[in-house]
C-alpha cells in the first residue's frame, strides 16, 4: 500500500499554508515577517519538491525548508544562526565556542545599544537558549508579553544592526 500524495502543488500549498506560517510566526512573533517568511518557505521548496512525494515527506521537507529560511532571516537579523524546533526549546541553545569572536564582538555591540529589558530578553531566548516559558518566568512576566518584548527587541535590533559596520 502506498503512502498518500498530492494531486497537484494547488493541494500542497492549502493543506500546508497555516501549519507553515504557525510555525514561522511562533518563532519571528510577528504578522508581516512570518507572512513573508512563509512566502520565502514555499518559493524555495517549488523547485526540488517532487509531488510524487508523500504527504509525510512534503511535510517533511516544508519545516527543514522553513528551518533554512528562519535561519536565514536570524542571521540578517542578529547575526546569528537559530536552526532547531524543539518544542522544549524554542530556540537552539547557544554554543559559544561556534560562534566566531567578531559575530560575538558584532552581537554584544548591538545588545548594549539596546534598552535594558530588550537586551536580557534577547540574551536569554538566544544567547542562552531559554524557552518561551523560562524566559518569561525569569523576567517576571507572562509568555503573551513576553513574545511582545521579544517582538520588540528583535525588530529593535535589527534597526541597531542595520547601522552596524560588519
Known amino acids: 500500500m502506498s503512502e498518500e500524495t498530492y494531486p497537484d502543488w494547488e493541494a500542497v500549498y492549502r493543506d500546508n499554508i497555516d501549519r507553515v506560517y504557525r510555525l514561522v510566526f511562533s518563532r519571528v512573533g510577528n504578522r508581516a515577517d512570518a507572512e513573508d517568511l512563509t512566502a520565502e518557505v514555499f518559493l524555495r ?43 522544549e526549546r524554542d530556540i537552539a541553545e547557544a554554543v559559544p565556542e561556534l560562534i566566531d569572536s567578531r559575530a560575538r564582538d558584532r552581537a554584544e555591540h548591538i545588545l548594549s545599544a539596546l534598552p535594558d529589558r530588550y537586551a536580557t530578553v534577547l540574551r536569554l531566548r538566544f544567547l542562552q537558549g531559554c524557552s518561551l516559558k523560562e524566559a518569561a518566568a525569569e523576567l517576571g512576566v507572562t509568555v503573551a508579553n513576553l513574545k511582545v518584548l521579544q517582538h520588540r527587541a528583535v525588530r529593535r535590533a535589527g534597526e541597531v544592526a542595520g547601522g552596524v559596520e560588519t
Open 45 to 87: 521548496a517549488l523547485r526540488p519538491l517532487r509531488l510524487s512525494a508523500s504527504v509525510g515527506e512534503v511535510r517533511t521537507y516544508l519545516v527543514a525548508t522553513a528551518r533554512t529560511v528562519l535561519a536565514g532571516h536570524w542571521r540578517r537579523t542578529l547575526g546569528r544562526e537559530v536552526t532547531t524546533f524543539d518544542d
